[in-house]
């Protein structure tokens, strides 16, 4: 499903977290878009929350603002009271929607959260059925490890490739991963520009603008490399990332992300926007341990559980913990399994060539199928009910 760009108006910051979460929460990707920024092609978001509870009339004025700069934006208007008067002006001005949210209750009411997300799956409906036909919308896929070590630029940097190869559709991958990423090391490109670059000249994120910071590949794969400093990107630029994704989104049909192995802002701003969100493990104790905790972390924040999908990478046909045992600790069924081959990821690693491109091995071929999956699947399938879980067979 295509990602929504959504607008929270409002002076109220608990309010704007709150509203963010419940956005979030609808099983819908959604980036939050900033109202003081315009997107280089002038684009508007998809859905705007107005908080209309303390200030009715500069309420009002905000939704009759955005109603008439963007005619196809879903406007929530959210009030602390439902009075017939005040409901049909919020109409007036522009709003689709709604809520009731008093003032003095700090907890979001029931009603209020499940209209919230009704409201953004009719929104992402629209949105699908406004632009179809169209140029299909891109499909983002991040991949996120269990912890150091656990393979994930190995992992994404082929199944980019693979994508870019297999498809010829304009496809980049987006080195994420914080203080000095790896992903054109791997490629064995040396590019001239960094996401810092892009997150700097956020006013000029057009197409053209795009094409000039990201390198090729001769797969006809664009990477948009990882920063060259230790302390960035950072915790202030997760909004900046969000808005970075957003325009390539405009440009390429699919968008791979290496995430790194940690739960930051940064990574949270991808994780918020996917599509799916391959988790990569390996079949160890500290590995299944830290993934749980990652799948925990990711439902807590609203951040797309039930787009998980679990990778198990390095597995050996003789391992101390068998795939029935991860799937039960994890509560999710293994996605994918990649084999255990240093030398052969050794090697391509150290070459700069990807497994795709430089031999036949069954790691190769591996990659190949769970690249193909993707690209028959369109939209991977849900994912299963989760299960009880337990760490290891363990309550």
Request: aromatic share 6%; proline share 5%; charged share 20%.
């Amino acid at each position: 499903m295509a990602q929504l760009a959504a607008l929270v108006l409002t002076s109220d910051e608990a309010f704007r977290r709150q509203a963010t979460r419940l956005l979030r929460g609808g099983g819908v990707p959604v980036a939050l878009v900033d109202d003081r920024r315009t997107a280089a092609d002038g684009s508007g978001p998809d859905t705007a929350v107005v908080d209309i509870r303390h200030d009715v009339s500069w309420g009002m004025a905000a939704i009759e603002r955005l109603r008439a700069a963007h005619a196809g934006t879903a406007i929530f208007a959210v009030a602390a009271t439902s009075e017939p008067e005040l409901i049909l002006q919020a109409m007036r001005a522009g709003a689709n929607e709604f809520f009731l949210w008093p003032t003095n209750e700090p907890e979001i009411p029931t009603a209020t959260e499940e209209g919230f997300h009704g409201a953004v799956r009719r929104a992402a409906v629209r949105r699908e059925a406004a632009s179809a036909g169209a140029r299909p919308p891109s499909v983002t896929h991040v991949f996120l490890g269990a912890k150091g070590g656990s393979g994930t630029t190995t992992v994404s940097v082929n199944c980019a490739v693979e994508l870019a190869r297999l498809t010829k559709r304009p496809t980049i991958i987006v080195d994420l991963k914080p203080s000095l990423g790896e992903v054109a090391l791997f490629l064995g490109v040396r590019p001239r520009f960094t996401m810092l670059d892009a997150i700097e000249n956020l006013h000029r994120l057009d197409r053209d603008f795009i094409k000039e910071l990201v390198a090729r590949h001769k797969s006809g794969l664009d990477i948009l490399a990882g920063s060259e400093q230790f302390d960035r990107p950072n915790a202030q630029d997760a909004g900046p990332i969000e808005e970075v994704l957003r325009a390539l989104a405009r440009v390429y049909d699919f968008i791979i992300v290496d995430a790194g192995n940690s739960l930051s802002s940064c990574s949270l701003a991808a994780l918020y926007g996917a599509d799916s969100i391959f988790l990569v493990t390996n079949p160890d104790v500290p590995s299944i341990r830290n993934a749980q905790r990652f799948i925990d972390r990711i439902r807590q924040l609203g951040a797309g559980g039930e787009r998980i999908r679990v990778l198990l990478n390095r597995a050996a046909e003789e391992q101390l913990i068998a795939p029935k045992q991860i799937e039960s600790a994890l509560g999710y069924s293994i996605h994918h399994t990649f084999g255990s081959d240093y030398q052969t990821v050794s090697n391509a690693l150290n070459s700069g060539v990807p497994l795709a491109l430089a031999n036949h091995s069954e790691l190769a071929v591996q990659f190949d199928s769970f690249t193909r999956s993707l690209i028959n699947a369109g939209e991977v399938a849900a994912a299963p009910a989760e299960k009880r879980r337990t760490f290891l067979g363990v309550f």
